[in-house]
T-cell receptor, first 108, second 114 residues
Framework: KNEVEQSPQNLTAQEGEFITINCSYS?????LHWLQQHPGGGIVSLFM???GKKKHGRLIATINIQEKHSSLHITASHPRDSAVYIC??????????FGTGTRLTIIP | EPEVTQTPSHQVTQMGQEVILRCVPI?????FYWYRQILGQKVEFLVS????????KSEIFDDQFSVERPDGSNFTLKIRSTKLEDSAMYFC????????????FGPGTRLTVT
């Protein structure tokens, strides 16, 4: 059973700050997903990673397979980035195991 | 941009009743999923579906649950006899392939069992 831990649980930052959210997992995986859950509940997939680094706009996701660790970075953070960011891992077949999420609040 | 849709957005039902949650995945996607999120808790995998059959299911997905793709566009989750603890947000998702692609989530159906 894969355990997925995220840190921090809550993060408040000023607009413009560089944000880092961390995800660690206990068992080897085939892929890691970063998701964004808006206050209304909707979920948006941000990245799917199996190695290295991906970038989309102000978002960057990295993964270190040996360390069983991934980070999600947000550059030049904006109040509209306020959401819950969720890490989920795929260890075998189809099942995704989710972390508890990091609640990010960006203050103007 | 294509999107996954779900109906209804909110369903209230009495304990013991059957409910069917409906999803329309993105049209060229081949893999379909149901997840649930109990209020204040993390998202949990229920089931994945490919080629008209279940490819994987979690321990939550017991005999009270079933999934179907009745007509080539809809993907449904049925709960036969609802319990209070089935109250949750249910998300449908779809993807082009299994391991190598993003999953696209619907907006969710909030199920309230009274």
């Amino acid at each position: 059973k894969n355990e997925v831990e995220q840190s921090p649980q809550n993060l408040t930052a000023q607009e413009g700050e560089f944000i880092t959210i961390n995800c660690s997992y206990s068992v080897g995986i085939s892929a890691l997903h970063w998701l964004q859950q808006h206050p209304g509940g909707g979920i948006v997939s941000l990245f799917m990673l199996s190695s290295g680094k991906k970038k989309h706009g102000r978002l960057i996701a990295t993964i270190n397979i040996q360390e069983k660790h991934s980070s999600l970075h947000i550059t030049a953070s904006h109040p509209r980035d306020s959401a819950v960011y969720i890490c989920a891992v795929r260890s075998g077949n189809e099942k995704l195991t989710f972390g508890t999420g990091t609640r990010l609040t960006i203050i103007p | 941009e294509p999107e996954v849709t779900q109906t209804p957005s909110h369903q209230v039902t009495q304990m013991g009743q059957e409910v069917i949650l409906r999803c329309v995945p993105i049209s060229n996607h081949l893999y379909f999923y149901w997840y649930r999120q109990i209020l204040g808790q993390k998202v949990e995998f229920l089931v994945s579906f490919y080629n008209n059959e279940i490819s994987e299911k979690s321990e939550i997905f017991d005999d009270q649950f079933s999934v179907e793709r009745p007509d080539g566009s809809n993907f449904t989750l049925k709960i036969r006899s609802t319990k209070l603890e089935d109250s949750a947000m249910y998300f449908c998702a779809s993807s082009v392939s299994s391991g190598g692609s993003l999953q696209y989530f619907g907006p969710g159906t909030r199920l309230t069992v009274t």
